[in-house]
């Protein structure tokens, strides 16, 4: 978890050694990331493999949007990626998460240690963090607020660099320098709300009855899963970003 200050500018609110998901023209998101000595250095180290990986699946840099999938147990993130007028993911790159923290469950209060799970989207980058580089996940949204009875639910949620945690999703620096370009050229065309869906694990018919006996005391958690596994399936089924709302109980409803 991070903690930063913010200020106010005309159209954007910069926070000290942070962009985040900003008002800025697509090309100036760009260039001003690129002021950043690390972001400079990602793209030297990694900008050749992002092209290979890009061309191999028949991509481009310049007409990308990417999806990012969680899950949990299995400390696995995969990267999924299409062009801007396709609506059909392919997964181009899986990666390992170092380090963990919390148990299987969703985040519902400052300070739980838990990793959340559900449907959210990078809300903001980092190229100056503490972990390197850093790609902040909009938690708690909607869902969580409705579900959690605390009244500090915690944030500052990031896909980070490293290899310590407190709730988020540590990756190393050597892989976060991929993912965050991938990020950068995605939000550079116009891709204002990357997907990022955390699953507690893979969540097959077989799983989820083996979790669910596992964690049979915690009939809310069992009961969300069910809800979320909902979404899971439908997005890898059709590899289609989904379309979600959610109701006043804070379940998700999936269109």
Excluded at 11 to 28: K, N, R, T
Excluded at 78 to 100: M, P
Aim: with cysteine; charged share 25%.
């Amino acid at each position: 978890m991070h903690k930063f200050m913010k200020k106010k500018t005309t159209i954007v609110i910069i926070a000290i050694g942070l962009i985040g998901i900003s008002f800025l023209p697509q090309s100036d998101f760009l260039s001003q990331q690129k002021k950043y000595e690390r972001v400079r250095q990602a793209y030297i180290e990694k900008g050749k493999t992002l092209e290979e990986t890009l061309y191999k699946y028949n991509l481009d840099k310049e007409n990308l949007n990417i999806l990012l999938v969680a899950f949990k147990n299995e400390q696995q993130l995969d990267l999924y990626a299409k062009r801007k007028n396709e609506t059909v993911y392919k997964k181009i790159d899986s990666y390992h998460i170092c380090a963990s923290s919390g148990v299987l469950g969703p985040k519902r209060r400052q300070g739980d240690g838990q990793v959340p799970e559900g449907f959210y989207h990078i809300d903001r980058f980092n190229p100056s963090s503490s972990f390197y580089l850093s790609l902040g996940i909009n938690y708690p949204n909607q869902s969580d607020k409705r579900k959690s009875s605390s009244s500090n639910l915690g944030g500052d949620i990031f896909i980070h660099g490293e290899c310590v945690t407190i709730g988020c999703l540590p990756m190393t620096n050597n892989k976060i320098q991929e993912i965050y370009i991938y990020a950068i050229q995605a939000r550079s065309n116009g891709q204002l709300k990357i997907p990022v869906y955390i699953f507690p694990y893979k969540m097959t018919d077989e799983n989820i009855k083996s979790f669910s006996l596992e964690h049979k005391a915690q009939t809310e958690v069992i009961t969300f899963w069910k809800n979320i596994k909902i979404g899971h399936d439908m997005f890898l089924t059709s590899k289609k970003e989904l379309n979600i709302n959610v109701d006043n109980t804070g379940d998700y409803i999936f269109k």
